[in-house]
C-alpha cells in the first residue's frame, strides 16, 4: 500500500488566489511527522512546513499552512495568495518515528504540479 | 549559512560505465541522506549515514551501487556498471539530527542520463 498519496498530478490556480493540495497517508505508528517540499524546475527540494502527529494546532509558516486531519489521516498543503513564483513540484512526505533503526527516512508522496496562472 | 553541495550537476554516460557522485552537507549537519528521483516520481532514499555510519541502505542496489562517507562530513555514491533505469536525479540531504521536526536540507542533485 502506498504510505504517501498525492491524488492530484496537476493543478492550476490564479494568482493571488489560494490553492490545497492533497496529502493522505497511511501509517500505524502513532509517533509520526508530515513534511511539505516545493522543487521548482532548477531541482532543488525547499522544505516548507512540518506537522508533528502530536501537535495539536495546524502548522503554519507565512502563506503556507497545513490542513492536519488526523482521523482522515490527511495533511493537505493550502498556499494562500498564490504567486508566480509558486509554480512548481509539491511533495508531501512522511516519517516514522517508532522504528529507530530507520532514523528519519523520510518517504514521499509522487508530487502535484502547480501551474499559476497571471 | 552554506546549503548542501552536490557535484556534478549533470552526467551523460553510456550503460555499463562507471559514475561517482559528490555531496558536502552543510556544516555541523550529522545526518546525510541519498536520494533517486525518478523522472515523474517523488525521491526514494537509497542510504543514510549518522556521522561515518549507515543507519538504513535498505533500498540500495548494493550490486552496483556504493556510498561511503569515511570521515563524517562529505560522502560520496558510486554507480558501477550503470544500467539504463539508473537514469534519474540523485539528491543528497542533510538534517541535524535525528529529532522529530528535524528538516532535510537539499542540495541541488545531480541529472544523470544514460545512454
Known amino acids: 500500500a502506498q504510505k504517501i498519496t498525492q491524488t492530484q498530478p496537476g493543478m492550476f490556480v490564479q494568482e493571488k488566489e489560494a490553492v490545497t493540495l492533497d496529502c493522505t497517508y497511511d501509517?500505524?505508528?502513532?509517533?509520526?511527522?508530515l513534511f511539505w517540499y516545493k522543487q521548482p524546475s532548477s531541482g532543488e527540494m525547499i522544505f516548507l512546513i512540518y506537522q508533528g502527529s502530536y501537535d495539536q494546532q495546524n502548522a503554519t509558516e507565512g502563506r503556507y499552512s497545513l490542513n492536519f486531519q488526523k482521523a482522515r489521516k490527511s495533511a493537505n498543503l493550502v498556499i494562500s495568495a498564490s504567486q508566480l513564483g509558486d509554480s512548481a513540484m509539491y511533495f508531501c512526505?512522511?516519517?516514522?518515528?517508532?522504528?529507530?533503526?530507520?532514523?528519519?527516512?523520510?518517504?514521499f508522496g509522487g508530487g502535484t504540479r502547480v501551474l499559476v496562472k497571471p | 549559512e552554506a546549503g548542501v553541495a552536490q557535484s556534478p550537476r549533470y552526467k551523460i554516460i553510456e550503460k555499463r560505465q562507471s559514475v561517482a557522485f559528490w555531496c558536502n552537507p552543510i556544516s555541523g549537519h550529522a545526518t546525510l541522506y541519498w536520494y533517486q528521483q525518478i523522472l515523474g516520481q517523488g525521491p526514494k532514499l537509497l542510504i543514510q549515514f549518522q556521522n561515518n555510519g549507515v543507519v538504513d541502505d535498505s533500498q540500495l542496489p548494493k550490486d552496483r551501487f556504493s556510498a561511503e562517507r569515511l570521515k563524517g562530513v562529505d560522502s560520496t555514491l558510486k554507480i558501477q556498471p550503470a544500467k539504463l533505469e539508473d537514469s534519474a536525479v540523485y539528491l543528497c540531504?542533510?538534517?541535524?539530527?535525528?529529532?522529530?521536526?528535524?528538516?532535510?536540507?537539499f542540495g541541488d542533485g545531480t541529472r544523470l542520463s544514460i545512454l
Open positions: 512526505a512522511m516519517r516514522e518515528g517508532r522504528n529507530k533503526a530507520a532514523g528519519n527516512k523520510l518517504t
Open positions: 501509517t500505524s505508528d502513532p509517533s509520526y511527522g
Open positions: 540531504a542533510s538534517s541535524h539530527g535525528q529529532g522529530a521536526g528535524q528538516p532535510q536540507h
